[in-house]
Structures are given as structure tokens and as C-alpha cells.
């Protein structure tokens, strides 16, 4: 990464999500991801489901029965609360499908983002598992894997990505990764104060698992909830220790195959 640019990323406050999806269109509109499907599920008001190859954003939709601080659900007197968040791939900054990806076609960007170049892919799907968000996945039509490149074409041309420039409410905000880390730790702060005590930044920790997140989140509930592993580590970690351990257990059995060898010499 070059000396001169700053890591840049994304900072999604699920408390002013509306789930309007344009984030989603958007996304598929500049990238030209192609259509998934947009099937019924019966899944709440959610037809994607999940990240892939052909999904970049995925605006989640929770319903519970509880109330969302010191607002009126307006349904009476009973506790109800929407849960919506726009997820997209965390750009991880020990990224695992980097580690495991065999030809180059993930790279890391000068801007600290993550990218795939499907011209590149060889179809292994070795990044696919690696992933400890499943975000990565395989297109049907090409077999070559695909995910969210933050527009990097867009970031060369100064331009924010964009799914952040059509987010209507900023629930998804663009910009340096530090300054959004800063800006994070004060929204927390006042969604606390409005009476969401469940309320937690994911992914903002450079301490944690994947040495923090590009794309980070204020969650309203346990990342569980929102489909999040709680605590996400980079899975290629012990790759290292591992081929320690293969090294010598390989030399211990050509040690053994030697001696066997010497033993019917003699």
C-alpha cells in the first residue's frame, strides 16, 4: 500500500438502515453483477438471502419482538422492532482467501481493499472456504469466484463506491478507515444514550481475529442475529505451525524408512 494514501473503508450503522435495498441496486447497477434470482423466499421481506458471487450487498431483515430503545413500535402495545443491515465483504486485513488464492487473482489494492480479478481465477475455489464470512463465491455461468471490490475502479477516479453514494440515510459511510473507526466510537455512544444498551460496534477492533475489518458495523443485537460469526479469526492462522508439524513428521518417517533400509543391509 502506498505511503501516501490512507486505508480506506466502510463504517454501515444498522440504527438508520430503512432496508430500501438501493444499496444493493446500486452495487449490481456500476458492477454489472448479474441478477440472482429476486425469488420468493419466505424469509421476512429478504430475497437474497446471503453474500455470493452474483450478491455484493445484502440488506438483512430481522423481525423482533422487542422494543428499539425509547421509540414507539406504533403497533399497539406490543414490542416490535425491524433489524436491517446492509452486509458486504469485510476486506479483511489479514484476509485468508489472499493467503490461499494460487494464482494472483486476489490481490490487495494500494488503498488497503481486496479484490479479486476474475480474468485471473482459475476456478480452484479454494478462497470460497477460506473465507471466514462466506462471502466469497463461485459464479455458475464462468466457475471464476467474485466478491465486493469496494469500485475500486471508482476510488482510482476519486469517486466513494456505490452502494455508499446511494444510501439515502448514510447507514453505509465511505472514507478513511481510521477516521470512521473515531466517527463509530461516537454514534455507539449516542445510540447507548437513546436506550439501545444491546447495542455493539463488530468488526472495528484491530486486535481482533482478521486484524480488524475494512467494513465494519454498529449492530443493535449479537452478531449471531444478523448471521455474524462472533468471533471471526483468519482460518489459514495455523498454516504455518501446520507445516512445521508436516515437515517433521515427514522427516521422521524418511528417518524411519532409512533405518529400516540399514537394518535388512545388514
Known amino acids: 500500500m502506498s505511503s501516501d494514501l490512507k486505508r480506506v473503508g466502510f463504517f454501515t450503522d444498522t440504527s438508520v438502515c430503512i432496508g430500501c435495498k438501493a444499496c444493493e441496486v446500486a452495487c449490481k447497477e456500476w458492477n454489472a453483477v448479474p441478477e440472482d434470482g429476486l425469488e420468493f423466499t419466505g424469509m421476512s421481506y ?6 455470493g458471487a452474483d450478491t455484493w450487498r445484502h440488506v438483512a431483515f430481522i423481525e423482533q419482538r422487542k422494543p428499539l430503545g425509547h421509540q414507539e413500535p406504533g403497533v399497539g402495545d406490543m414490542d416490535f ?28 489494492t494500494e488503498h488497503g481493499t481486496v479484490v479479486v480479478q476474475e480474468d485471473v481465477c482459475n476456478g480452484c475455489g479454494y478462497c470460497v472456504p477460506a473465507c471466514p464470512f462466506g462471502v466469497i463465491g463461485k459464479r455458475e455461468s464462468t466457475g471464476t469466484a467474485a466478491k465486493c471490490t469496494m469500485c475500486y475502479d471508482r476510488l482510482g477516479a476519486g469517486e466513494e463506491p456505490a452502494c455508499a453514494k446511494t444510501c439515502p440515510t448514510d447507514s453505509i459511510q465511505f472514507g478513511d478507515l481510521d477516521e470512521l473507526r473515531e466517527r463509530a466510537d461516537r454514534r455507539l455512544a449516542q445510540v447507548r444514550e437513546a436506550g439501545v444498551g444491546s447495542a455493539r460496534l463488530y468488526g472495528h477492533d484491530p486486535d481482533d481475529g482478521v486484524g480488524g475489518q475494512g467494513a465494519f458495523f454498529l449492530l443493535l443485537d449479537e452478531p449471531e442475529v444478523y448471521g455474524l460469526p462472533p468471533a471471526p479469526v483468519v482460518t489459514t492462522r495455523d498454516l504455518p505451525s ?25
Open 46 to 51: 429478504d430475497n437474497t438471502v446471503g453474500l
Open 81 to 108: 422492532r425491524w433489524l436491517m443491515a446492509s452486509d458486504v465483504c469485510k476486506h479483511c486485513t489479514h484476509a485468508a482467501c489472499l493467503d490461499v488464492c494460487p494464482t494472483g487473482s486476489l490481490f490487495r
Open 242 to 266: 501446520m507445516w512445521r508439524h508436516a515437515g517433521v513428521a515427514a522427516l521422521a518417517l524418511l528417518a524411519g524408512m532409512a533405518a529400516t533400509a540399514l537394518r535388512r543391509r545388514r
